[in-house]
Nanobody
Framework: QLQASGGGLVQTGGSLRLSCAAS????????MAWFRQAPGKEREFVAS???????FYAESVKGRFTISRDNALNTVLLQMNRLKPEDTAAYFC?????????????????WGQGTLVTVSS
């Protein structure tokens, strides 16, 4: 089970930190990711972190967002800085059974509920 939290309302240029708490499995062995879905748009990849710690980012967030994991706490974080109105979306965390996961939703087997991020201009 994955539980996302940390969303909220922030002004342009502000920061938020999203947290994904995992339970029920040893998520330290799983690749983890964040996706987001803006109103009226498809869900899109934001960032991922392999079980070994390698990270990947969508071009739109590279340099502003940082994904990290604390395996002891079974938690994945998404630090979001210099937020823009176009970052407004529901953010979802996900976990993949298999290794070397990419940016496709179909590669992820477990999903948390979304946490809403709203960036005002």
């Amino acid at each position: 089970q994955l539980q996302a939290s940390g969303g909220g309302l922030v002004q342009t240029g502000g920061s938020l930190r999203l947290s994904c708490a995992a339970s029920g499995r040893p998520y330290s062995n799983y690749d983890m990711a964040w996706f987001r879905q803006a109103p009226g748009k498809e869900r899109e990849f934001v960032a991922s972190i392999w079980s070994g710690g390698l990270t990947f980012y969508a071009e739109s967030v590279k340099g502003r967002f940082t994904i990290s994991r604390d395996n002891a706490l079974n938690t994945v974080l998404l630090q979001m800085n210099r937020l823009k109105p176009e970052d407004t979306a529901a953010y979802f965390c996900a976990a993949a059974d298999k290794k070397l996961s990419g940016s496709s939703q179909t590669e992820y087997d477990y999903w948390g509920q979304g946490t809403l991020v709203t960036v005002s201009s």
